[in-house]
């Protein structure tokens, strides 16, 4: 038996127990949380999709309310991003370290150098160079690590090599809380974009993209699912060994249907797009989670009680990472933290600290929580 006795946390309800005018707030770093009127609809209707008298996650993936439901899905991403009509939208079993394998195998052939260009930001991005070393060469054309990766390094375009086969980036590092405030331009070569923690948090030119891909458990609903936008004409340059599973090519002529697609994760992350759309589309999300970020760096930069991790250039603006100038206060900082609502502001298990993730799903009321916490436990213990 797998011993868990060292786990002693509860959850998240068991803890404010008793304290009645306490909301909860859920500041994991994915999977996150998501919107309150998402998580009601989709337990309204759990039992009964439709009025079709059986769940979601109980019909057939080719069944008329399923297929309509992934078209309505695809449509609203489309419409939500202004994606241009050369790009296909499809989902890929496993999650975004699936898309690590699946992006050399699909596009390290597209020339004869089998050569590809990464950028080395952070904890993913070195996930994604090393999986990738195993089907081609890679050249790490910028690297923040010897800064223990507090900012985003830049990429210089006399690095971009044309007869390179495309330039990976991670548009922002979950783990360290940089962001790239703009995605590189790079031309002729196509720029490929880990987008998992910050889809739809923030405008994206699309147009200016060859590959953008993540997992959905960040901003947009479960996660083992992730979704691709590729466009047309990096189909069909796969080597010969790329599994089925994980062709390009292949979804986007079985529309995500080769196998049986994950329904719940695409029903979860259509009814975030709905609620999305609703609430004013990617600008007023971005607005927003500017807001927020701010509202938790001000405190930061206001106070020497706390410290920020990132370069203030590199910040992002869905996880905000910081550390104690007294270390020994984190651990009293969580445990009150939760006291009071506020769960799952650990660091990365491997750089430790602080981080609060302030996606999409966060509302502002969650942030004024946190930042109003902040300021209260700066004055009790400085
Ligand atoms: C979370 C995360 C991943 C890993 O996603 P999985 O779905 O667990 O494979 C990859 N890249 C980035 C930027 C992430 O934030």
Redesign the pocket.
């Known amino acids: 038996m797998v011993d868990r006795s060292g786990i002693k946390k509860p959850f998240y309800r068991d803890v404010v127990k008793g304290v009645s005018n306490v909301t909860l707030y859920n500041f994991s770093?994915?999977p996150a949380m998501l919107p309150s009127i998402v998580m009601k609809r989709a337990q309204a209707e759990f039992r009964d999709y439709a009025g079709l008298g059986a769940s979601i996650i109980e019909i057939s993936h080719r069944s008329p309310a399923f297929l309509n439901l992934l078209d309505e899905c695809i449509a609203r991403f489309k419409e939500l991003t202004n994606l241009p009509a050369n790009y296909r939208v499809i989902f890929i079993p496993?999650?975004?370290?699936?898309?690590?394998s699946a992006v050399p195998l699909n596009l390290m052939g597209r020339k004869p150098a089998q050569r590809a260009l990464y950028s080395d930001s952070?904890?993913?991005?070195k996930?994604?160079i090393e999986e990738a070393q195993r089907y081609g060469e890679v050249q790490v054309i910028a690297s923040s690590r010897d800064d223990d990766y507090r900012g985003v390094p830049a990429i210089a375009s006399a690095d971009l090599d044309p007869e390179a086969s495309y330039l990976h980036v991670?548009?922002?590092?979950?783990?360290y809380g940089t962001a790239y405030p703009e995605l590189p331009l790079t031309g002729s070569l196509p720029l490929v974009v880990?987008?998992?923690?910050?889809w739809l948090s923030r405008p994206l030119d699309f147009s200016q993209t060859g590959i953008v891909y993540?997992?959905?458990?960040?901003n947009l609903g479960p996660?083992?699912?992730?979704l691709v936008v590729v466009r047309d004409d990096l189909l069909d340059s796969s080597s010969p060994l790329t599994p089925l599973m994980l062709s390009f090519r292949y979804h986007v002529d079985n529309n995500s249907l080769g196998n049986t697609i994950n329904t719940f994760a695409v029903y979860m992350f259509k009814l975030v797009l709905d609620w999305l759309a609703a609430e004013g589309g990617i600008p007023a999300m971005a607005a927003q989670n500017q807001q927020k970020s701010k509202l938790i760096y001000d405190i930061i930069d206001a106070s020497p009680f706390y410290e920020g991790c990132a370069h203030s250039h590199s910040r992002s603006h869905v996880?905000v990472t910081f550390r104690m100038q007294d270390t020994k206060l984190e651990a009293k900082f969580l445990k009150e933290a939760e006291a009071n609502g506020l769960f799952a502001l650990q660091g990365h298990r491997f750089v430790g600290g602080l981080r609060a993730s302030l996606y999409n799903g966060m509302p502002l009321a969650g942030a004024q929580a946190l930042a109003e916490f902040m300021k209260g436990f700066a004055q009790r213990h400085s």
């Open positions: 770093p994915g496993g999650g975004a370290r699936m898309l690590f952070g904890e993913f991005a996930q994604a991670t548009s922002n590092n979950t783990v880990d987008a998992t923690s910050d993540g997992g959905l458990q960040k996660s083992g699912l992730a996880n």
